[in-house]
């Protein structure tokens, strides 16, 4: 059964770019769409973008095109950056496979943005 | 951007009971409508897309109906692990988009 891991750091500065990585174990990333979401403590779920397998990808236009989600095929993972982060970014970042609807989901990792 | 609407914000039942969950989109979103369970500190789970369809491994007393605009999730016969926030959401548009919770508690 496919598992993703979400792994990066858990502090970014105002300003700076924040960076996430999900490593997809037990199945090939191949043929799917990669997804990221989001969700500030307390708040509900925001759709952030996502990735084909191919490089293709498409973004949520409320990120302001801060957000750029790529592929690394050969290491079964897909990545996250974001620039420019304010406090507003603070959230737990889930990765997710996209098929229509998410499924599965990655555990989550809170970042948060604080000098 | 297509608004989901979730009702009601809270939902206080009995374990045994019946849940009715619902779910209102600003505009047509199909049947391609998904809901989620999400429990405290962990990550949402599906339980249903295509408005109807249980993923694999969600019991039978989950169900899921509507297209268009309104959609209902039905939890029969509560149990204590089913007493989570729930999230509907839509990808019939970009960009994809969720309700804003409904939580599940216990009377």
């Known amino acids: 059964q496919v598992q993703l891991q979400e792994s990066g750091p858990g502090l970014v500065k105002p300003s700076e770019t924040l960076s996430l990585t999900c490593t997809v174990s037990?199945?090939?990333?191949?043929?799917?769409?990669w997804s990221w979401i989001r969700q500030p403590p307390g708040k509900g779920l925001e759709w952030i973008g996502y990735?084909?397998?191919?490089?293709?990808?498409n973004y949520n236009p409320s990120l302001k095109s801060r957000a750029t989600i790529s592929v690394d095929k050969p290491k079964n993972q897909f990545s996250l950056k974001l620039s420019s982060v304010t406090a507003a970014d603070t959230a737990v970042y889930y990765c997710?496979?996209?098929?229509?609807?998410?499924?599965?989901w990655g555990q989550g990792a809170l970042v948060t943005v604080s000098s | 951007e297509i608004v989901m609407t979730q009702s009601p914000a809270t939902l206080s039942v009995s374990p045994g009971e019946r849940a009715t969950l619902s779910c209102r989109a600003s505009q047509s979103v199909s049947n391609n409508l998904a809901w989620y369970q999400q429990k405290p500190g962990q990550a949402p789970r599906l339980l249903i897309s295509?408005?109807?369809t249980r993923a694999t491994g969600i019991p039978a007393n989950f169900s899921g109906s509507g297209s268009g605009t309104e959609f209902t999730l039905t939890i029969s016969s509560l149990q204590s692990e089913d007493f989570a926030v729930y999230y509907c959401?839509?990808?019939?548009?970009?960009?994809?988009?969720f309700g804003q919770g409904t939580r599940l508690e216990i009377k």
């Open positions: 990735v084909y397998y191919s490089g293709s990808t």
């Open positions: 295509g408005a109807s």
């Open positions: 037990a199945g090939s990333i191949g043929i799917f769409y």
């Open positions: 959401q839509q990808y019939n548009n970009w960009p994809y988009t």
């Open positions: 997710a496979r996209f098929q229509g609807a998410f499924d599965p």
